[in-house]
């Protein structure tokens, strides 16, 4: 038997092409696209996801879902910035719909970005993103045309509260702290619960951490002081591990979206914890934090200033890390096909 080299093929021309460039930051996927998602009509970034939400959500779906992507996969949109300084609008991508921020998902389309040629740094070496959750400013470790590695100031992070306690089905008694990293997150020490936090008990974290994100979801009442409702929602669950030795301060654990979970420490996960540690006057600014994921990856964090949100004080976080391109991608979609905008298999 010869196998043969495919022969030039183009689609039909009512078929959807859709071209991507994926990565990861510390084990969490990233795929950027390139080509193929509409140009996005809104005055603010915020604007833009509702209208890719409303409009354009069966095109998240094809490219997050199977049968191109995973429960578990992540995306981005690249837009054009809405700030008169600003050089990129992003959106974030996950199986449930589109978030309003992702400090993997900043590292990663920096490294893609800079790479493959679809950004370009500031004279001062700064890129300056407009997210759903505001300004988030990144700059770039580069060694012979390589991004070695990614820091970026995020949104001003702060507690919402600390050391609350739910009953929370088959758990009994939970207590969390609740903060803002560009995302509310409950956050809760794993090792309270009897929960194991390693990768093979990732069934068992999935069902506690969507058991506790319902449960406070339902009791709280979350706004953003700076009176965004579009970011009023709890995103997701940290399970938290502390370690007394070593350099590794702890780690994070998130289940977020629709039972996804975070391979990375979580960006905006670790910029909450700044700010809870901060509060607690355990963090002072400029010191360093490494805390790990789920895989044993790394990311970086400190506070960078102390800062107020509506009244509300808050501290600026810094967050740093690596990500590595994976692949490229061009994907089609057949109209005829029943499954072209995807499913979700868990």
């Not at 495919?6 to 996927?29: K, Y």
């Not at 609740?178 to 069902?207: C, H, K, M």
């Not at 709280?220 to 940290?238: K, M």
Request: glycine letters at 12%.
């Amino acid at each position: 038997m010869t196998v043969s080299k495919p022969s030039a093929w183009t689609p039909p021309g009512d078929w959807v092409r859709l071209t991507t460039i994926d990565a990861h930051a510390a084990g969490e996927p990233l795929r950027v696209v390139t080509d193929g998602f509409p140009d996005l009509p809104g005055d603010t970034i915020l604007a833009k996801r509702r209208y890719a939400h409303d409009h354009y959500d069966h095109l998240r779906r094809t490219l997050i879902l199977e049968p191109r992507g995973h429960a578990d996969m992540y995306g981005c949109v690249l837009t054009s910035p809405v700030t008169s300084d600003g050089d990129i609008g992003v959106l974030f991508l996950h199986n449930e719909g589109f978030s309003t921020m992702c400090g993997h998902g900043i590292i990663g389309l920096v490294k893609v970005g800079l790479e493959c040629g679809l950004i370009d740094a500031g004279e001062d070496g700064r890129i300056r993103i407009d997210t759903p959750a505001g300004r988030v400013t990144a700059v770039a470790s580069i060694e012979n045309g390589r991004v070695t590695g990614v820091s970026f100031l995020n949104v001003p992070s702060f507690v919402m509260a600390l050391d609350q306690v739910i009953d929370v089905e088959t758990l009994g008694q939970v207590r969390y702290d609740l903060a803002f990293g560009g995302a509310f997150y409950a956050y809760v020490d794993g090792p309270s619960l009897g929960l194991e936090l390693g990768r093979r008990n990732t069934p068992e974290i999935i069902d506690a951490g969507m058991r506790i994100k319902r449960a406070v979801a339902e009791r709280e009442s979350i706004h953003h002081p700076a009176g965004e409702p579009d970011l009023d929602f709890l995103y997701g669950t940290i399970f938290v591990e502390r370690f007394d030795v070593g350099d590794v301060h702890s780690c994070n654990i998130c289940v977020f979206a629709e039972g996804e979970v975070d391979r990375s420490p979580t960006g905006t996960g670790v910029s909450g914890r700044a700010a809870i540690h901060h509060a607690r006057e355990e963090l002072p600014t400029g010191e360093w934090i490494t805390i790990e994921s789920l895989i044993g990856t790394q990311f970086q964090v400190r506070v960078y200033e102390t800062a107020e949100v509506a009244g509300v004080p808050a501290v600026v976080p810094e967050v740093r890390g690596t990500a590595h391109i994976t692949g490229r991608n061009e994907f089609l979609v057949d109209p005829d096909d029943p499954l072209a905008e995807g499913f979700l298999l868990r």
